[in-house]
């Protein structure tokens, strides 16, 4: 069976499916400041991220982002409430490999302070589920439309943010730096035409 990692598009279309599991999204939270509570997500994303996806055996990212919880693409109103998302995964895998595959990043996970879940999710579809803090991971495994899918997401709980917030995204998201007017503050210079980046190398315990 041949096998497709997940682009940044489809992980978009993940993130999408996420949403409707989620109800739109969770309840935002509202913190003393949620400017600096977003970064720290994000900044934890970043930390984790890479980690489970080596585990699961691939070697880039689909998406690492902040995204707008509101579903508008007026980047003002978009930019008011959001969460800090990552996906990864890849199309063609088989059942009995997903199940390895779930197995690798629960390990993983336990091993680095996560805490599982019991459970397949309200469509029966998750392989894996944890939490460490705020931050959700899942893996998923849906085979209803089209080619199979497995899927290694990310989410943070959604905040409420002030007026004239801008959302970030990770310079391990390959559309960093792309003219996307939700993101205006990407180093340009920095785009890859949506090629996925190399993950960081692990650090030294």
């Not at 980690?51 to 919880?69: F, I, N, P, Q, V």
């Not at 990552?86 to 490999?97: N, R």
């Amino acid at each position: 069976m041949t096998k497709r990692i997940i682009s940044h598009a489809a992980a978009a279309v993940v993130l999408s499916a996420a949403a409707l599991t989620l109800g739109g999204c969770m309840n935002p939270t509202s913190t003393g400041d949620p400017e600096q509570q977003s970064a720290e997500y994000g900044r934890l994303m970043e930390a984790e991220a890479p980690g489970l996806a080596r585990a699961a055996g691939w070697d880039s990212l689909g998406s690492l982002t902040e995204k707008s919880c509101l579903g508008t693409a007026d980047p003002a109103e978009a930019s008011r409430e959001t969460r800090w998302t990552a996906v990864t995964g890849e199309f063609g895998t088989s059942e009995t490999e997903a199940g390895r595959v779930a197995e690798q990043v629960r390990q993983a996970a336990e091993d680095t302070g996560w805490t599982s879940k019991e459970g397949s999710g309200a469509h029966g579809d998750r392989l894996y589920g944890a939490v460490k803090g705020d931050l959700n991971l899942t893996v998923t495994y849906r085979t209803g439309a089209g080619e199979a899918e497995l899927s290694l997401r990310l989410d943070s709980p959604c905040l409420e943010m002030p007026e004239g917030h801008t959302m970030a995204r990770s310079e391990l998201d390959p559309m960093y730096g792309s003219s996307d007017p939700l993101y205006p503050n990407d180093d340009r210079s920095k785009f890859t035409n949506g090629e996925p980046q190399p993950l960081p190398e692990p650090s030294e315990s």
